[in-house]
Every structure is written in C-alpha cells, then in structure tokens.
C-alpha cells in the first residue's frame, strides 16, 4: 500500500471539485474579508449615528414612540440599501414579531406596521439596480413577463378611469343637485397602496432567486423557517397556557357582544388583539401577529414549509426537528380557535404525503402519521373538553354557513354592480383604509373583481397560472429525489396559494411574502441540483449509491 503524503502545516485542505489556494490566495481573502467586516462596521456605526441624531430630535420634537421609529427606520433603512441580502434575512426573521413589536413595544403605532419594509424595499430597490447595472433580467420567469404586463396595463386603466375621477370629485358638490354627493377621500393614494398590496412584494422572486446562490443557503433558508415556525408556536402555546389558566384574563368576563370581539385590551404574551371566551366556545388567538386570521395562514404556510423539510432535508436531525415543528404547528391549529386551521393543517399534510410520493415509503410516512395519531390521542386525553369544542365549533359552523355558499354569496355581491375596470384599485383593501372608506370583502377574488374589475381579475388569473406552469414545469424536470421532493412540497403551496379564494391570505403577511419568495426558491432548484450531483459526483457519492442499490437488488 502506498504511503500517503503527510499534509503540510498551513495547507488548506479542499473538496476534490475546488482548487487548493496558495498561501498567498490565502492572505488575499484574508485582508478581502477582514476590509469587508470593517467597512459593515464602518456602515452600521454610521447609520446608528444617523440614527440616533434623528431620534434625538424627535424625542423633543414630538414622542419616544416616533423617535425609536425614527432613529430605528434610518439605520435599518440605510444598512438595507447597504447590504441588501442581509436585509432580506432580517426581514424574514423579523416578519413573524412584526405584530408582537408593533403592539408590545410601539403601543399599537401604525407606523411599526411598515417596519419590515423598511428591511424589503431598500433591498429590493438595491438588488435590482445591481442587477440593471450588470445587465441581468429583472423579471424572473420570463414567462411572466406578459401576463405582467397586461395587469399592469389594466390596473393602470383602473387608476386612470375610476380612481383620479373620483380624487378630483372627492368633496366637490355635484353639478346636478339631484345627483349623489362624491364620497370624500384620497381616492388616487388609495389606489396606489392597493397595487403596493396587491404587487408590492413580487420583486422578491427575483431577490430570493438571487438570494439563494447555493445548496448551502438554501438549506439555510428552510431551515430556518422551521427554526421560527417552532419559536412562534411555542410562544402561541405559552400564549393558550397564560389564559388557560388565568395568568391572562381574557375576555370571558365580559358581557355581550364584547364577549365575541377581539380586543388588544386583553392581549396576552405576544401578538395582538384576541377574544378568548370559553364559556361562550369562542377562542380567537393571534399567535405573535396582529389578528388571530394573520395567525392561522401562519399554520398554513409552515404545514408545507415545515413538510418540506421533514421529508426532504438531507441531515436526519433536520427531519426530527422539521418533524417537530409539523407536530407544533398542528397543536395550535387546535388550540388557536381558528377553524380554517384546524380544517387545511390535516388535509394539507395528507395532500403533501401523496402528492410528493411519501405514501409509497412506507418507513417514511408511517412514523410521521403514527406521531400525529399519538399527538391527537395525547390531546383528546389532556384536553377531552377543548378539542372536543374545536370539532364542534367547526362541523356548526360549517352547517351554519358552509364556505362554497360563503364564497358564492361574496362574488355575487361583488358581481352584482360589476364595472369592466372595477369600482378602483384599493376600494376594497382593508389596509388602504387610511385614505378612504372601504368595502369589506372577505373573499380574494370577487374583492380583484370589485376592485378592478373583469379583465383586472382575469390578468391576475394570468399572472399566477404562468407562475403556477414555470414552477410545474420545474419540479417535473428535477432528477434528484430531494431536490425533486421540496419542489413538489413548494408547488403544493404556490397551487394552493394561486387559487384559494377563502379569505385574502395574499394581501398581508405572512403569506403576502412567503409566496412570492417559494416562487424565487422553487425558480433556484435546477441551479442547487446541478451543484448538488456535480460535487457527489466528484465525491464519488454517486457510485456508492449505485453500488449499494445494486447490493440490495441482488439480495
């Protein structure tokens, strides 16, 4: 056997796919890093410096609430343009506190509820005039390209035709005294937050596509939406403790209607407003968001998410951790009150395990099922009375108004007085409320139709189904069986996401943001699989694989 040649001290070692640097190459990324850490030390100390400048003369100019959103908003807004991609990070971690922060902290300020963007629109401004400099594309798929367009145009004709009418009619009597008096607001503004709601977030396909560079990030990026999935169901579950046993007050003393309206008088532990009223079978909880409807889609996006990771992550001790979160999300889908949880949660893992093949390994699938069947006993003998609430609260509420005729009954009415181009972009947006009155529309598409119209909501129809077709097309070329797998988990949800209608999930967070970047992720897969196979490849993993498949083959 011959002798192996002993390492040298100070030899890097390198993957068989990377060239060794030389000593030299070594003091050169050396002094590059160590430059790169101090001009971002250099940055943050400048923007702090700004910032508390800023903050200083709003304390004795106005309040300490608007001088922390103040000095806070310059610094992150400036280190955001900075560094973009490290914006974007925060941003995602920061988005599921965004509602604790706001109510805990800021004291409900309004201003708070824009604090994450102060993370995204910097970075996006920033990532896209880096790659306009460079000469890359913009818009990722080009099969979006069109459809984009073609809402655009109609959403423009919309703000043209019915919103600047309306902003030049606000508060001027009519010319015909018989005629209805013009509603009073800031139609034009109005407009122009209801296509920041309805758009606002697409770029981020694109800056989560770049994002994503490697095999390494992206494992980051699941992972650690199954790191904040389990911090904030464990803090929703301190939450439901806290009033289960009266260390939070809540709402059940209370009398009348106000025993059924969520109130942030009673917030508890996180988040913000809730109702909690057993004795009346009504719980409402908002986990760490704002309302207790933010906090259920939350459940929602981390059934796929946390299912992603659970069955596709390459380390084991990812899986039992993923698998944990799973098992976390599902207890507050029962604890939280919320009803579309309870139902999507369950059906949604069921949906998961046949749609990505699980059900075909049965040593995969049966453990996970057997947890969740141990999880439901467990439940059912600790709290016989509160699930048992939840099921009921539920199958009644479902014969009382089941969501079809829910869904049906909202598009007619949105249908009955429909206009071509709609009645104005953000008429119907609850969070454009500032600038005008609102029409309250608890379904996605019939509020598109009333808002802008036919052909608005047909281009936006457009624009999902090309995502929806790039994304299939995508997950159908992958080879490999874990790349293959967390496609089809994320294609799940960018289908589901695309076509529900039931409520308006793509209007505010979190979904407003999670899906758009799933896209940016699921357009990155063929770039991380092709990495992936060509460094096993150079490992020489490929042909143990092989010659273990043919071991068992021959067995």
Same mark, same amino acid.
């Given at each position: 056997m011959?002798?192996?040649? @002993?390492?040298?001290? $100070?030899?890097?070692?390198?993957?068989?796919?990377?060239? %060794?640097? @030389?000593?030299?190459?070594? /003091?050169?990324?050396?002094?590059?890093?160590?430059?790169?850490?101090?001009?971002?030390?250099? *940055?943050?100390?400048t923007s702090g410096g700004v910032g508390a400048v800023v903050a200083i003369a709003l304390f004795f100019i106005a309040n300490p609430i608007l001088a922390l959103a103040g000095g806070g908003g310059t610094t992150v807004l400036w280190v955001s343009f900075k560094y973009p991609y490290l914006a974007l990070w925060l941003f995602v971690i920061y988005m599921p506190f965004a509602g604790t922060v706001t109510y805990w902290i800021a004291g409900g300020n309004p201003i708070f509820q824009l604090a994450k963007d102060g993370f995204a629109i910097p970075a996006i401004i920033a990532i896209f005039l880096d790659l306009k400099k460079r000469g890359e594309p913009l818009l990722m798929p080009k099969s979006l390209k069109n459809p984009l367009w073609i809402l655009v145009a109609s959403v423009s004709i919309t703000m043209l035709t019915i919103n600047l009418p309306?902003?030049?009619? @606000?508060?001027?009597?009519?010319?015909?005294?018989?005629?209805?008096?013009?509603?009073?607001?800031?139609?034009?503004?109005?407009?122009?937050?209801? &296509?920041? #709601? !309805?758009? $606002?977030?697409?770029?981020?396909?694109?800056?989560?596509?770049?994002?994503?560079?490697?095999?390494? +990030?992206?494992?980051?990026?699941?992972?650690?939406? %199954?790191?904040?999935?389990?911090?904030?169901?464990? !803090?929703?579950?301190?939450?439901?403790?806290?009033?289960? *046993? =009266?260390?939070?007050? $809540?709402?059940?003393? !209370?009398?009348? %209607?106000?025993?059924?309206? /969520?109130?942030?008088?009673?917030?508890?532990? %996180? =988040?913000?407003s809730l109702v909690y009223s057993p004795s009346q079978s009504m719980i409402r909880l908002p986990g760490t968001f704002v309302a207790p409807w933010q906090w259920a889609w939350f459940l929602i996006s981390n059934a796929f998410l946390t299912f992603a990771s659970a069955f596709s992550d390459p380390s084991l001790i990812w899986q039992l951790v993923s698998f944990l979160g799973m098992a976390l999300v599902f207890v507050n889908a029962v604890i939280s009150g919320q009803r579309i949880a309870l139902l999507l949660v369950p059906v949604i893992i069921i949906i998961m395990l046949i749609v990505t093949g699980q059900l075909k390994k049965p040593s995969r699938f049966i453990p996970i099922v057997g947890g969740l069947g141990l999880l439901i006993v467990l439940g059912f003998t600790l709290f016989p009375d509160v699930i048992q609430e939840r099921i009921d609260s539920t199958i009644d509420r479902?014969?009382? +108004?089941?969501?079809?005729?829910?869904? +049906?009954?909202?598009?007619?009415?949105?249908s009955g007085s429909q206009r071509p181009f709609g009645h104005g972009a953000g008429r119907a947006t609850n969070s454009t409320r500032m600038f005008a009155?609102?029409?309250?529309?608890? *379904?996605?598409?019939?509020?598109?139709?009333?808002?802008?119209?036919?052909?608005?909501?047909? @281009?936006?129809?457009?624009?999902?189904?090309? &995502?929806? #077709?790039?994304?299939?097309? &995508?997950?159908?070329?992958?080879k490999d069986k874990i790349w293959r797998s967390y496609a089809a988990s994320f294609w799940v949800f960018i289908f589901f996401i695309s076509y529900q209608t039931y409520y308006y999930p793509l209007d505010v967070d979190p979904v407003a943001v999670y899906y758009w970047m799933v896209v940016g992720l699921v357009l990155r897969l063929p770039d991380i699989e092709r990495e992936d196979l060509e460094e096993r490849a150079a490992l020489g993993l490929d042909e143990e694989e092989n010659a273990k498949t043919k071991k068992k083959k021959r067995k």
């Open positions: 011959p002798k192996t040649k @002993s390492k040298k001290k $100070g030899q890097q070692t390198a993957r068989p796919d990377e060239p %060794v640097l @030389s000593k030299k190459e070594l /003091a050169a990324q050396k002094r590059k890093d160590t430059k790169e850490r101090k001009a971002f030390i250099q *940055t943050v100390l309306m902003q030049f009619a @606000s508060g001027n009597p009519p010319r015909n005294p018989t005629a209805p008096t013009p509603p009073e607001g800031q139609f034009f503004f109005q407009g122009i937050l209801g &296509i920041k #709601v !309805l758009l $606002g977030y697409l770029p981020l396909i694109t800056c989560t596509y770049h994002m994503i560079r490697n095999k390494k +990030s992206f494992l980051l990026f699941t992972r650690l939406h %199954v790191i904040l999935a389990i911090i904030c169901c464990g !803090l929703g579950l301190i939450q439901y403790m806290m009033l289960l *046993t =009266g260390i939070c007050q $809540g709402t059940d003393h !209370l009398t009348g %209607v106000a025993l059924f309206q /969520a109130t942030l008088d009673y917030k508890c532990f %996180v =988040g913000g479902w014969n009382a +108004s089941p969501p079809t005729d829910f869904i +049906s009954e909202q598009a007619e009415n949105s009155d609102t029409r309250l529309i608890e *379904t996605y598409y019939p509020k598109l139709l009333y808002e802008i119209g036919t052909f608005g909501t047909l @281009s936006f129809l457009g624009l999902v189904t090309s &995502i929806t #077709v790039a994304t299939f097309k &995508i997950w159908r070329s992958l």
